[in-house]
């Protein structure tokens, strides 16, 4: 006798009933649902027999409040075949039935049929792939089968051994099918039991993982979270999942874990490859593979952000300057490195530290210079834009001095005075005055002080100084006083020295010439009879052209215990054989002046 009855049609629905969805984070996944079991775990009984429906929360955990219903009705607690102990119902009665545990969504519906035929094949409500699956054919009691077949499409299957119950090992799709049995009685000559038909649907365990990338468009450098997306069936929730993940088909990390996620510390440009996610049983009886996923690594864009203090970039000799360098936009840990480039455009490697602060506690002139900061996160480095520090130096007290040295001159010399301070920052304005009054300024931006020049005469007698300024307060020089050289004074002493020296030169002359002139008259004596009697008397020596004394312009020098010496070199002729050479041969005049 055949049975009528084929859940095939149920299967389905109460897979599908169970795949509700809900997006979550962008992607979709088994929102929770409610999970209920029958025990013994069939969906076909006899009629007289009693089936136990237990409610679970996802994941198989009780829950602390339950409603059944049947036929769309909540279930009632009334006498009757009907029985409720907290979260299960003994159910005896042909129907539909589902429960929901606490606030989650209702479980799939589960239709149970107590049937009165001879022979009935039982199965499981949902097959899932990789289960183990059991069909048993089950006979009336009474009635004993001498032989048992299974049937899967219309052919029988071969087993190795009698047995009223079919195993099928690791279910996957090539199992799907109409299933049936038929039993032939030993009594009965040529009787045959035909079963009721069930259609096996071997339904995901789990859909195909998804990978993505949190966050999805990462900077270079930063760390990034895989996550392995896939969501187990309500009906095998309790089952347990390992994953894996891969770059350009290489494992990362260790191997598989209990975690469907798997984080980067920090990931770059050049990484920007293939990542793909596996997900399988623990007994990797069944095992899914993500499509490739590309993750697009963008160029870390470092954003500095430098605080100065004091904040004007202009720091006074022996303040406090505090550099401090904040990069956004660049994945850390961070190492910073401070650079300076000076006047000459030489630049320094001054600091590297893990801190990103620059600190001198006493800046001098030598700290002035544009300054900029390194931000290095051991793959990539990041300049930050060089700002200016300028250190204002007050200026020293200026030297004023002469080009000369000396601080007496002669009516009309030129007189360049200099006016210099040894440190100060620029610029630096000098100013000169005579006798308070000011003379002209000039402002210099580098080294080397300033000049003022001038022709003395006997009204710039006076004292003068000079004042440097840059800014910070004006600092005075020394006075000096500059005088005309007096003439007169001191004239006595170098004039009867000059005498003395003039005769003693003289009298050499006049002996040297009467030498010359002996010899050239033939070794006459000078006494000669053919001259004038007169001649031979003594007279006093006649000097012809004889210049008058020429007073010489004394050697300069302000040292007051020098004295000049002036020289006067005469020359005589005689009176009668060379006075016609006296316009031909020049006057020799030496001036000389001798400092003692």
Known sequence: MSGSFSPCVVFTQMWLTLLVVTPVNGQHEAAQQSVVSLQPPWTTFFRGEVVTLTCYRFGFSVPQKTKWYQKRKTVKQTPGPLVIKAHTLEVHESGEYWCQADSLLPSMHVNLEFSEDFLMLQAPPAVFEGDSVVLRCYAKKGIEAETLTFYKDGKALTLHHQSSELYIHHANLKDNGQYKCTSKKKWSFGSLYTSNTVGVQVQELFPRPVLTARPSHPIDGSPVTLTCRTQLSAQKSDARLQFCFFRNLQLLGSGCSRSSEFHIPAIWTEESKRYQCKAETVNSQVRKQSTAFIIPVQRASARFQTHIIPASKLVFEGQLLLLNCSVKGVPGPLKFSWYKKDMLNKETKILKSSKAEFKISQVNISDAGEYHCEANNSRRSFVSRAFPITIKVPVSQPVLTLSTGKTQALEGDLMILHCQSQRGSPCILYEFFYENVSLGNSSILSGGGAYFNFSMSTERSGNYYCTADNGLGAQCSEAIRISIFDMTKNRSVPMAAGITVGLLIMAVGVFLFYCWFSRKAGGKPTSDDSRNPSDSEPQEPTYYN???????????????????????????????????????SPRSRCQMAEKK
Do not use: F, G, M
């Open 546 to 584: 004889v210049p008058a004394c020429i007073e010489l312009q004394p050697v300069y020098s302000n040292e007051p215990e020098e004295n000049v010496i002036y020289t006067e070199v005469r020359r005589t002729q005689p009176r009668q054989k060379h006075a016609d050479q006296e316009s031909e």
